[in-house]
């Protein structure tokens, strides 16, 4: 007689078929609100639709966390596995980008009505950085511990670096609302662009490695199309940081009497030329993986998380567009911005029906049922056959020898 299969809750299903890949949906609607904070026309209507797509982002990203820890719990093996997967686990990282997206939010929209302090955002600046380094080197470790297929690269692969590349970002928003008289924002500012550095050139050499492959492959087709954005993202984000970390660094180094006289005025120059040289880059990039993606994507609903690489990805070239309107006075880059921001806004639209609509359909953190039972039982199972056939090879073996 056959055992009865046990039964699975969809609630169960969902939360062993939780995956890293839910953090860009919450990245996707941070790069909403940060890229709606550099528009030059301020109104209230546009700061009540970012702080709503601000604490949409936490609550996003509460849920993501909470159901990946409950995972963990219950299903371990599945949340190992999904660590050590190839595709899923170079999204382990993006957990910590959706915090620096919080921490960005947090200086725009809690800073200025004093809900938090400064200091408080001081204190974020180091768990960010220490959060990023916990998570980025073990990551790093366990992926370059096996061998990868070239043919098959992708500039996601990246995202094993990236929180460490947006350690700029954080600290010249860190510094938009520390004093600069607090000797605490030099600490920043250097930090700022020793991560920027190490990022962005580790980041460059993934892209390096992503121009040999399409030159070997051709473009990348089905979800792979997707990640062709995030090859604009180390240099347009670290465009946007040299610029920043460039107009602190031409008040805090005089201030401080540091390197030379004129080092405030010559970092913010070299910070400004090499944000331009990077910018040309990032939009190259960018037209490199939008000109050819609807005839390389796949239209399949099942595919659909990786599509929100379109956005986030995007934010460090589209804001620095308008910074560099400001600093080289060029008020056509103004239109630029506004028009790329619409396009961020109508884009996370379009995604986030579609990916509810996939969540609906169960094409997207479902997992079968076997496989729910097999992580939850097999373990027993196992232990429990593996028992029987010693128990019985023990019995034979009794029986054998009394026989003799």
């Known amino acids: 007689m056959s055992e009865r299969r046990p039964q699975v809750s969809s609630l169960a299903r969902r939360i062993h078929g939780w995956s890293w890949q839910a953090f860009p949906i919450g990245m996707g609607t941070g790069a909403v609100y940060v890229t709606l904070s550099a528009i030059e026309e301020r109104t209230p209507t546009l700061t009540t639709i970012e702080t709503i797509f601000y ?20 299903y371990p093996r599945q949340a190992w596995r999904l660590m050590q997967d190839p595709v899923k686990g170079i999204f382990v990282p993006l957990v910590v980008l959706s915090f620096a997206t919080i921490i960005i939010g947090t200086i725009n929209y809690a800073v200025p009505t004093k809900h938090v302090s400064p200091d408080l955002i001081y204190g974020l600046f180091w ?11 073990p990551m790093l470790m366990i992926w370059f511990n096996k061998p990868h297929d070239l043919s098959h690269f992708t500039p996601a692969y990246a995202f094993l670096v990236f929180p460490m590349m947006l350690v700029g970002v954080v600290a010249f928003n860190v510094l938009n609302v520390i004093e600069l008289e607090d000797s605490r924002a030099l600490g920043v500012l250097f930090l700022g662009y020793f991560f920027q550095g190490l990022g962005f050139f580790m980041t460059f050499f993934y892209i390096c ?14 979800h792979q199309a997707n990640g062709a954005f995030v090859a604009c993202g180390p240099p347009g984000f670290t465009a946007l940081a040299l610029i920043n970390l460039g107009k602190h660094a031409r008040e805090l180094l005089p201030m401080y009497n540091l390197v030379s006289p004129q080092a405030g005025e010559i970092w913010y120059a070299v910070s400004v030329m090499s944000a331009l040289m990077l910018y ?14 609807w005839f390389k994507l796949h239209k399949h609903l099942n595919e659909i998380l990786g599509c929100w690489a379109l956005t986030f990805p995007n934010v460090g070239w589209i804001n620095t567009t308008k910074v560099l309107a400001k600093e080289l006075n060029i008020k056509g880059l103004l239109t630029v911005h506004a028009i790329f921001t619409v396009l961020i806004f109508l884009t996370w639209i379009i995604l986030i029906v579609l990916t509810i609509l996939a969540f609906w359909k169960g094409l997207i953190f479902l997992s079968k049922e076997e496989d729910v039972i097999r992580d939850t039982v097999g373990v027993e199972v196992l232990n429990s056959d593996a028992d029987s056939i010693e128990q019985e090879k023990h019995s034979h073996g009794v029986q054998g020898h009394n026989h003799v």
């Not at 604490?55 to 219950?74: E, G, H, R």
């Not at 768990?127 to 080197?137: G, K, N, P, R, S």
Request: hydrophobic letters at 70%; one cysteine or more; a neutral charge.
């Open 55 to 74: 604490f949409l982002n936490m609550a996003l990203f509460l849920l993501n966390t909470m159901t990946l820890l409950l995972q963990a719990i219950i």
């Open 127 to 137: 768990v960010y950085v220490v959060f990023a380094l916990v998570t980025c080197f």
């Open 209 to 222: 490695i992503y121009i040999i492959r399409i030159m070997t492959t051709g473009f990348l087709e089905g």
């Open 280 to 293: 040309g880059l990032a939009v190259f990039l960018f037209l490199f993986g939008v000109i050819p993606y």
